[in-house]
Structures are given as structure tokens and as C-alpha cells.
């Protein structure tokens, strides 16, 4: 919160209202939730520190693919993502205070697990042997002194053990994305075309009869996400394994991560460190088409709740003060059935322009309480509204997370 706030301050382009929003959201929740818990739910919501590893024995693990990281935070590296004979994911990062030169030089230097040589690059590959292997709760493998490693021999995606990671139902893998916190998507996909959305243009691919965006993971000129995109998007009708990370929206939508190569299926594409050539793609594909127009979601106004939970974090309570919209706001949520965000949406309001006064007229300290409690309510009750959006564009039961 504190890191968005200052590039909040200092107008930064990497700055995001919504990111602030949800982190905002994240930490009072929390602080919401502290004084009522108890045992375990109490260790949980403290957390550590540092994640935790505990002995895993032997490992013998095939490489998957790999990503950049850049964060608005200011760190930079490559996350190696690795898979065991079971289809258990396992991840090796590499991760420090950088920029974007640091995200592309990351995937050339070595990882940090054992003796090995292998570059990020070269394990997204390969396979490695680990014994006295050590794993954190989310996948990660530690680099203690006791661990040993050496190369070996990789598996393609179509072949044993990765292949299964495909052969997931997509019900069953966007379920598991939409509840837990293993977002990774892994489609069959046939490219069909593009579409034009506000940050460029998006890939459109069939995947099991149901039509999804495929977009861009970073929008950084350093990293090749987007040429390579423009790429792809020449090789219309080709079918392709990919790798995507599920993205709340009304329409079914995942950022893509990694691709099987368009003219070799035995090999990958990493789209955020490797650059596609023309010479990769199918020597017969049909003409470039225009962006496609797809048809509009039926989608229930959310926006109109998030509008709000947004203007409070960025201009205040007093945006939220004066009454200009807030009763047609609410009467159109309530016109789509959305009775408890039209409710929740009154009452950030009603806290917003809550001011008491004394015996002598002046106005009393406000009710800072109850402003962000109500704020509270109604963040969370648009990001279950945007999961259950999600859901239904996917169409796939929403499930539940922990009751907050």
C-alpha cells in the first residue's frame, strides 16, 4: 500500500488505481479479521516472514516453461516453472531490486538450486535430479547448502509427465484457478483471430467450443510479449498448447505466458524472453484478417459499485460526500437484481456524508470506523461479484474462499 501510495504521489506510470485498491482492500480485511481470530486461523492470517520449507527428498523434475518478472515495486528476474512426475509444480526464481534489463538478462543466469550449471533458459528445457530437496507451501525450491542438483533430459509438452498437466478437464483447472491461488491455465487452443480491447490487441482462440482472449502478460516495450502477439496473430487456424494465467473479467480472458511452437510441437515458446520470427511461423496461413468484433458480455453493472470503491481510495471520502448519481447508481443495480451491492453502495455513501455536529453547530470528528468498514463491504463485495462474472463467462462454478 505504502509503495502505491508514493507512486501514487510521484505520478509514476507504473502506478495502478486498482492495484492500490486491492492492496488496500487486502490489509484492512486483515486488520478486520485479527481481533476476532483465533488457533490456526490466527497463524494463518500472520503469516511469516519467510516461507517455510520443509525436506521433499529426491525430485526428479522436467522444465515447463518461464516468465519475467517486473513488478511496479521495483524488483525484476525470471520464475522457472518445473513440473514432477506426479504434475506437481515447482518453481525456481531468480528475483532482486531491477528494472526491465534485469527481467530479460535474468532468463541467461544460472539458478540458484545446487551445483547446477543450467540456466533459467536452459531448465525451462531440461529436467533436473534434486535430492535433499527442499519446498516451500506454494511450490518453491529452496537453495540450502544440503541440496544437490544436476542436469537432465527434458520431456515435451505432448509427452509424459507434462502432457497430463493438458489433459486437466478446463472446467476442473479454471475452478482450481478461480479458488486457489494456482492461477496457471493449461489450454488446447486453435487461434481464430484477434480482437481490439483498450490496451491492444488481444489473440481470440477456440478452446473446447468456448472462444477466449488470450492477452499480453506485460505491456513493457523491454519484453517481447506484445511483438510476439502481433506474431501470432498471422498464424490464424493454427492449434497450439499453451500456458496462460487466469484474469478476473466478464469474458473469458488469461494472460499468455507461453506457446508451443507454431511449426514444432515438440519445442516451446517462452513469450516474455523469446522472440518469434516470421521463420517460425506456418509457410501457408490464411491473410491477415481485421480484429474480429466479438459480441458484448451481458454483463451486470459492477462497475458502477467499483466506480465508487475506487473514487473513496483515490480522492477521499469527500468524493463520496455529494449526492450527484449515487440514487441512479442504485436504482440500476437494483434493476439487475444486484440488491446487496446497491445496499452496500448506499451505505458507503451514507458513511461518506456522515457528519455530526455539536450543540454549538460545529461539525464533530467524522466516523472514520464506519467509513471504512462500509468501504470495506462493498470492496469486497464487488471483487465476489467479479469472481462470480468470471465463473459464469468460463462456465464453471465459482466455489468459495476462506469467509471474510
Not at 104 to 120: E, K, S, Y
Not at 229 to 258: E, N
Not at 294 to 322: C, I, K, M, T
Not at 379 to 386: F, G, K, R, S
Amino acid at each position: 500500500v505504502v509503495t502505491a501510495l508514493r507512486a501514487a504521489r510521484s505520478a509514476d506510470a507504473a502506478y495502478r488505481l486498482t492495484d492500490l485498491a486491492a492492496a488496500l482492500r487486502d490489509v484492512l480485511r486483515l486488520a478486520h479479521r485479527l481481533p476476532a481470530a483465533g488457533g490456526q486461523e490466527l497463524a494463518e492470517l500472520r503469516g511469516s516472514a519467510r516461507q517455510p520449507y520443509a525436506p521433499n527428498g529426491s525430485l526428479r523434475l522436467y522444465g515447463l516453461f518461464s516468465e519475467p518478472v517486473l513488478t511496479a515495486t521495483g524488483y525484476a528476474g525470471a520464475v522457472t516453472w518445473t513440473a514432477d512426475a506426479t504434475g506437481r509444480l515447482h518453481t525456481v526464481s531468480d528475483v532482486a531490486p531491477g528494472g526491465a534489463g534485469r527481467a530479460t538478462g535474468a532468463a541467461d543466469r544460472g539458478v540458484r538450486i545446487g551445483d547446477t550449471t543450467l540456466t533459467h533458459r536452459e531448465l525451462s528445457r531440461a529436467g533436473l535430479v534434486v535430492s535433499g530437496a527442499t519446498v516451500s507451501p506454494t511450490g518453491r525450491l529452496g537453495a540450502g547448502a544440503g541440496v544437490r542438483a544436476v542436469r537432465a533430459s527434458g520431456a515435451a509438452w505432448h509427452a509424459e509427465p507434462l502432457g497430463r498437466l493438458w489433459a486437466v478437464p478446463v472446467a476442473e483447472q479454471f475452478s482450481r484457478a478461480l479458488t486457489t491461488d494456482q492461477d496457471l491455465l493449461f489450454l488446447d487452443v486453435t487461434l481464430t483471430g484477434t480482437v481490439r480491447e483498450a490496451a491492444g490487441e488481444c489473440l481470440v482462440a477456440d478452446c473446447a467450443g468456448l472462444t477466449v482472449r488470450l492477452a499480453a502478460a506485460h505491456d513493457d516495450p523491454a519484453l517481447p510479449h506484445r511483438d510476439n502477439l502481433r506474431l501470432l496473430a498471422s498464424a490464424r487456424g493454427s492449434r497450439l498448447r499453451v500456458v496462460a494465467r487466469l484474469t478476473p473479467a466478464p469474458l473469458p480472458r488469461a494472460l499468455l505466458l507461453a506457446v508451443s511452437h507454431p511449426t514444432d510441437s515438440d519445442a516451446h515458446v517462452d513469450l516474455g524472453l523469446d522472440r518469434l520470427l516470421r521463420a517460425d511461423l506456418p509457410a501457408h496461413v490464411p491473410p491477415a484478417a481485421a480484429p474480429v468484433a466479438l459480441p458484448e458480455a451481458d454483463e451486470a453493472p459492477v462497475h458502477l459499485l467499483r466506480r465508487r470503491v475506487h473514487q473513496a481510495v483515490s480522492g477521499g471520502r469527500r468524493v463520496l460526500a455529494f449526492p450527484g448519481g449515487r440514487d441512479a447508481d442504485g436504482s440500476r443495480l437494483r434493476r439487475n437484481g444486484l440488491v446487496t451491492a446497491a445496499e452496500l453502495l448506499d451505505g458507503l455513501h451514507a458513511a461518506a456524508a456522515d457528519r455530526a455536529r455539536d450543540h454549538f453547530g460545529r461539525l464533530l470528528p467524522a466516523d472514520t470506523g464506519r467509513f471504512a468498514r462500509a468501504w470495506l463491504a462493498a470492496a469486497v463485495c464487488a471483487e465476489e461479484l467479479d469472481r462470480a462474472l468470471c465463473a459464469a463467462a468460463w462456465e464453471v462454478e465459482p466455489g468459495r474462499r476462506d469467509a471474510s
